[in-house]
């Protein structure tokens, strides 16, 4: 019987075939060009809803190959600090940040293990598009938010919305439910494909992952439960991937619903402020 254990290092293999093609951005999914070139490639969502991050310690949880960590330092953040259980990812983190020349700390550690690999005192914990997904426990998850904030700081979040996550196409191309909206810890999805998200025809070796569905309520509530004060929350018609084939890429690198199809949330997103 597999375990937890067996689940995440099946994850981390998986992570690791992806980071060696990400960073190859051969279809341009993570405009690397303009990074490189000094801009940040945040999404248009985050790049809306996130205050002036002038003079701020970020962590960011879960940074992958480190593109969006450094996007932070170029909005402005005093320092930045990635963290991912995917040691191919840091260390392509870390030397895209040489190539841009950013000062950026990356570590390689689970997200649990936040407060050991990164300290705290931080003035946010930015966490984005896939990341919860990954982890069976979200009251582990709320801790290490917990333990990294100082007293009156943040967590950002945005990330495909829990109802998406429920659906996919049937024969038809109709959005039906087919998954729980709640995975039991014992017992994740289990998915299996040969490719990544960005569009690459390159194959990845690790074609199996593990994943859990976790309700708006839980993950907000594991926050409420430790003092968090819900600052805001919107839900969007919009995400970064085609997570569905129906959704058609827009100019601002996301993607929509048809105008055909009825519409429903696609992600969302929230600010939370750890009690003072």
């Given at each position: 019987?597999?375990?937890r254990e067996d689940f995440f290092e099946v994850n981390r293999s998986g992570w ?15 405009d690397l060009e303009n990074l490189r070139a000094g801009k940040s490639v945040l ?148 998915f299996e494909t040969n490719v990544t998200y960005t569009g690459s025809n390159e ?74």
């Amino acid at each position: 019987m597999e375990t937890r254990e067996d689940f995440f290092e099946v994850n981390r293999s998986g992570w690791n075939d992806r980071a060696d093609i990400h960073i190859k951005d051969e279809t341009g999914f993570y405009d690397l060009e303009n990074l490189r070139a000094g801009k940040s490639v945040l999404y248009p969502i985050e790049t809306k809803e996130l205050p002036d991050l002038t003079g701020k310690r970020i962590a960011h949880f879960q940074c992958h190959i480190g593109t969006d960590t450094l996007s932070l330092k170029i909005r402005g953040a005093a320092s930045v600090c990635g963290l991912d259980f995917s040691p191919k990812a840091v260390a392509h983190a870390r030397k895209l940040g040489e190539q841009c020349g950013i000062d950026a700390e990356f570590h390689d550690a689970s997200v649990y293990d936040a407060y050991e690999a990164l300290g705290g005192d931080y003035d946010m914990v930015f966490t984005t598009w896939g990341t919860l997904g990954w982890l069976d426990n979200l009251d582990k998850w709320a801790q290490a938010v917990t333990d990294v904030l100082k007293p009156g700081g943040q967590i950002y979040f945005a990330d495909m919305h829990p109802f998406c996550l429920m659906l996919e196409l049937d024969e038809g191309s109709r959005v039906v439910p087919l998954y729980d909206y709640d995975s039991p810890k014992q017992t994740p999805l289990r998915f299996e494909t040969n490719v990544t998200y960005t569009g690459s025809n390159e194959e990845v070796e690790s074609t199996v992952s593990y994943g859990w569905n976790h309700s708006v309520s839980k993950i907000l509530g594991v926050l409420l439960a430790r003092g968090f004060t819900l600052d805001f929350l919107h839900e969007h018609d919009c995400m970064p991937s085609r997570f569905l084939s129906i959704l058609e890429r827009h100019d601002d690198r996301m993607f929509r619903l048809p105008k055909n199809q009825p519409g429903f949330p696609l992600s969302w997103s929230f600010m939370m402020t750890k009690s003072v």
